[in-house]
């Protein structure tokens, strides 16, 4: 089937206006064939136009790249999964002694290792960041026990980049230069401000307490420190080589192998299931989650930094795949209009509903679910509000001080499946999914936005 440049051109103009998108790039490869469109401002300040060779920033989609550098550890001999970390970082630690002692890079690839993940710590712009990123960890507690559930773990990421310094002797930003964007033809993507400064890079968009419309980001890009979690940036077509690796079986398109076949098998296998089954995936592999979408597998990560969203699904059955940037507004309900038609009109697949809250919840016994929910990044009051719940939730640490988000957030959670609710903040927002769920160490946990946050009281 060809690939029609202007119609889907049009419809992510069409799209984007509808969802108050500031920016937005877009590529679809098909076989051989790839169309990219773009759409927007670079900045609403300068009115740049957002172009195909635009770059922005993927935030966690980094997180995959990172897995790719960690399998070909695993490749060569120099790394084995389920060794624990400590035979390769003899300095690690964290607060539980015993995690510490058995955390492995498995653990960390499928984000199973309940290290509390979201610690956000500018150690510097030195080439020993991550080294100092690291220490730091030495207080970071538990939001689940190990290899208990999956809870999404920023630090878990970094600490794998902290790895590969190790093993190969260099920083993780030249390794990933290296090892996966020179063989790969790249020659834009980048991991450092200035080198977006080359090219036409996009700024980040957020909507400010109060405000109406989105204003450009007090920040541009989150700290060095975090770069192995989410710190690449590129075009929408430099993403799209990086899904053909993975459709290729780890070949470039120059024939030049990156990773095993027996890698990429292994990252596109489930290792856990993810208790929110809705938000992103219904389960995760080592670096890729996992969805099935009409019964057909799809695999893909989306990013979120400051201001600006990244999205990328792959359908391996027809060798598509599909990747959207964008810098403010509705970023994600762009990616479901968006993705929603290309998928349907390309592949003859439909995408999962959004859940909804249930027209008659039923009487709710709130006691299962009141409660103070903590992990590091954020606080969370849950309180009965009727038939409905209400949850408060309060950003802490020093990037919500960096992004100036120190109010807190009042949410209506509504059931619509068991334990499941979806929240919101206002009555035109989208839904949310959350999900209470136990373990069997008897903790009582909410899992929501990707994480599993315990309640502490």
Known sequence: MALDTAHWQE????LAEKRGVVGASFAIALGDETVAGATGVLNLRTKAPASTESLFQIGSITKVWTAVLAMQLVDEGLVDLDKPLVTYLPDFTVADPEVTSTVTAR?????????????????????????????AMADLKQNHPLGATMSYCNSGYILLGRLIEVVRGKTWDTVLRENLFA??????????PEEALLYGAATGHVEPPGADEPAVTPQWGIYRSCGPAGLIHMTATDLLAFARLHLDGGVTKDGTRILTEASITAMQQPEVDIPDRWTLADQWGLGWFLMDWDGRKVYGHDGATLGQGGFLRILPDTGLSVALLANGGHMRELFTDLFSEVFSELAGVEMPDWPTPVDDPGELDASAYVGSYVREGVEMTVEADGSDLKATVRPTGPLA????EREPTVMTLR????????????ADDPWTPAVFFSLPDGGRYLHFGARATPRVG
């Open 183 to 192: 063989p790969l033809g790249l020659t834009s993507a980048g991991t450092l």
């Open 107 to 135: 653990h960390l690839l499928a984000h199973t290792s309940g290290i509390d993940g979201d610690l956000f710590l500018d150690t510097g712009r030195g080439d020993d960041c991550l080294e100092k990123y690291v220490a």
């Open 401 to 404: 001080e960096t992004m100036g």
């Open 415 to 426: 059931r619509f499946e068991g334990d499941a609710f979806v929240a919101r903040e206002k």
């Open 11 to 14: 419809r992510l103009t069409a």
